[in-house]
C-alpha cells in the first residue's frame, strides 16, 4: 500500500462506520491523519472506531447530515476534539428503491436528496469556515457514475449524485484562490452495504456497465480518496476522479 504524507491532518469523514468511508478511514489512518468518523448511527461510529484501533486519532460522531444543527454540532465536537478539520470527506449516502420517476414516491425522494446532496451542501458550509482560518484543506465529495450517465430506476439517486458533482465544480472555484481543493470521486458499483438496498437485476445492470468486468472495491476508492486529500493534489480542483473500471472514460 502506497502511503501520502497525511501526519498530523484531520480528516472529516461521513458514513466511515462501513463501506468505502471506512476503508477511507483506514488509508488516511495509516497515513497518520486523525479520523473523525461521522454517522446517524453514534452507536455503529463507535464500534467502528473501536475496530480501527489508534484511539487516540479516531473519533466518533453520531450526525445527521441531512440536519443543519446537528452538523454545527458535529464539527464543534470534531474541532473540540481534534482542534481543527484539515480534510473532509462527503461519503454518506442512500440509494433508495428502484423504480422509474412516476412511480417513486415523493417523500422517499425528498428523502435520498436530503442527505445524498443536501448534506454534502451542509457538511461543506459547516467546515470551510474551520479550514479557511488556515486557508487550506481536502474536500472529496463522493458522487457516483450514475450521476454522470444517469441510472434507470433510479433516478433520485442518480439526480443527487449530478448535483454534488455540480456543486463540487462551483465550490471548487469560490476557493481557488486559497489552498483549499475540492474534486468529487464517481466510482461505479463497488462492494459496499448499499448493495443490499438493490435489486438483483439492477446490480447485474451495472456490473455489465463495467468493461473490467467486475464491481469496485472499496479498497480501491480508498485509495483514490487518499491521493485526493494529500498534498500531492495540489493542481487539481473542480475535478471529477473516476473509479469505473473503464465505465466512464470523461
Same mark, same amino acid.
Given at each position: ?19 468505502? %468511508?471506512?476503508?477511507? *478511514?483506514?488509508?488516511? /489512518? ?21 475496530? /480501527? ?6 473519533? *466518533? ?60 451542501? /451542509? ?8 479550514? +479557511?482560518?488556515?486557508?487550506? %484543506? ?21 439526480? *443527487?449524485?449530478? %448535483?454534488?458533482?455540480? +456543486? ?6 469560490? +476557493? ?8 468529487? +470521486? ?8 448499499? /448493495? ?25 476508492? *480508498? ?22 473500471? %473503464?465505465?466512464?472514460?470523461?
Amino acid at each position: 500500500m502506497n502511503q501520502y504524507d497525511l501526519k498530523g491532518q484531520i480528516a472529516v469523514i461521513t458514513g466511515a462506520a462501513r463501506g468505502i %468511508g471506512y476503508a477511507a *478511514a483506514e488509508r488516511l /489512518l495509516a497515513s497518520g491523519a486523525f479520523v473523525a468518523i461521522w454517522d446517524v448511527d453514534r452507536q455503529v461510529a463507535e464500534k467502528a472506531a473501536a475496530m /480501527l484501533g489508534n484511539t487516540d486519532r479516531v473519533f *466518533a460522531v453520531g450526525v445527521d447530515i441531512s440536519v443543519w444543527e446537528q452538523v454545527e454540532q458535529a464539527t464543534a465536537e470534531t474541532t473540540d476534539k481534534f482542534d481543527g478539520i484539515d480534510i473532509l470527506v462527503n461519503n454518506a449516502g442512500i440509494a433508495g428503491p428502484n423504480m422509474p420517476v412516476w412511480e417513486f414516491p415523493i417523500d422517499t425522494w425528498r428523502q435520498i436528496v436530503d442527505i445524498d446532496l443536501n448534506g454534502v451542501f /451542509l457538511c461543506c458550509r459547516s467546515v470551510v469556515p474551520v479550514m +479557511l482560518r488556515k486557508k487550506t %484543506g481536502r474536500i472529496v465529495n463522493v458522487a457516483s457514475v450514475a450521476g454522470k450517465e444517469g441510472n434507470p430506476n433510479a433516478a433520485a439517486y442518480s439526480a *443527487a449524485k449530478a %448535483g454534488v458533482i455540480g +456543486l463540487t465544480k462551483s465550490l471548487a472555484k469560490e +476557493l481557488a484562490h486559497t489552498d483549499i481543493r475540492v474534486n468529487a +470521486l464517481t466510482p461505479a458499483t463497488a462492494e459496499t452495504d448499499i /448493495l443490499k438496498q438493490l435489486s438483483v437485476e439492477q446490480i447485474d445492470y451495472m456490473r455489465s456497465r463495467i468493461p473490467i468486468g467486475r464491481l469496485g472495491t472499496t479498497e480501491e476508492n *480508498a485509495a483514490m480518496i487518499a491521493f485526493m486529500c494529500s498534498p500531492d493534489c495540489s493542481f487539481t480542483t473542480g475535478a471529477v476522479f473516476d473509479t469505473s473500471g %473503464g465505465r466512464c472514460t470523461y
